[in-house]
């Protein structure tokens, strides 16, 4: 199985789309968008999506099997921070490491790009979500109750976060 990850560009826009959609399908309880919201979005539409945010996928012999977006502040006083989110892995290619090496790439462009911590939300019941951020040293800094409503029940989130310069904050947020 060759595995590579690399950003994508706004000519890879269906690329994007592929994935992106199969992702809301599959897995609709990992995002805050959904599938009904996204399935029609036209070409210029996904596009536009690169204006605003960087982002990587991972291909498996040849197929995209992953993906991970970045997006830095727009404020000037917020340069320093990013967020992360849509971060998906077909089932198929789970827990083989892929999802790791998505936050790996997405991390150093963050750097390269002067960002200095990353931000992401994720439900607290996603453990594997979790666990993936845990192991590249993402620490909860946060907890919204009643963050989402799916399905007749509402979700709680967990805001996580990672420095990229080695900053310690004796501040962090303690479950
Ligand atoms: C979260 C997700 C991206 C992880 O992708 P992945 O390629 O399976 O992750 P990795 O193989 O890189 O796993 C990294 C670590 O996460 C942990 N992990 C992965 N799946 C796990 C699971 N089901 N249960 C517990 N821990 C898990 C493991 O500790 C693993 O470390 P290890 O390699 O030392 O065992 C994938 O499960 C997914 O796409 N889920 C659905 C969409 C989603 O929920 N996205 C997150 C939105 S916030």
């Not at 959904?34 to 197929?63: L, M, N, P, Q």
């Not at 892995?89 to 963050?110: E, F, K, N, W």
């Not at 979790?130 to 007749?152: D, E, L, Q």
Request: charged share 20%.
């Amino acid at each position: 199985m060759a595995i590579m990850v690399r950003q994508l560009l706004p000519v890879d826009w269906s690329v994007l789309r592929t994935i992106r959609l199969e992702a809301l399908a599959i897995s609709p309880d990992g995002f805050g968008s959904t599938y009904e919201e996204e399935k029609d979005r036209t070409e210029a539409e996904w596009r536009h999506v690169f204006e605003r945010e960087s982002i990587f996928a991972a291909f498996v012999d040849g197929c995209v099997g992953g993906i991970i977006a970045l997006m830095p502040h727009q404020q000037q006083k917020y340069y320093h921070r990013g967020t992360i989110f849509s971060v998906y892995v077909s089932p198929t290619y789970r827990c083989q490491g892929i999802g790791g090496r998505l936050l790996d790439a997405v991390m150093l462009h963050a750097k390269s790009m002067g960002l200095l911590q990353i931000q992401l939300g994720v439900r607290c019941d996603n453990e594997a979500a979790i666990a993936c951020y845990t192991k590249k040293g993402f620490v909860k800094i946060g907890h919204t109750p009643r963050s989402s409503f799916t399905n007749g029940a509402f979700h709680d989130e967990q805001t996580m976060m990672v420095f990229l310069d080695g900053f310690v904050s004796k501040s962090f947020y303690a479950p």
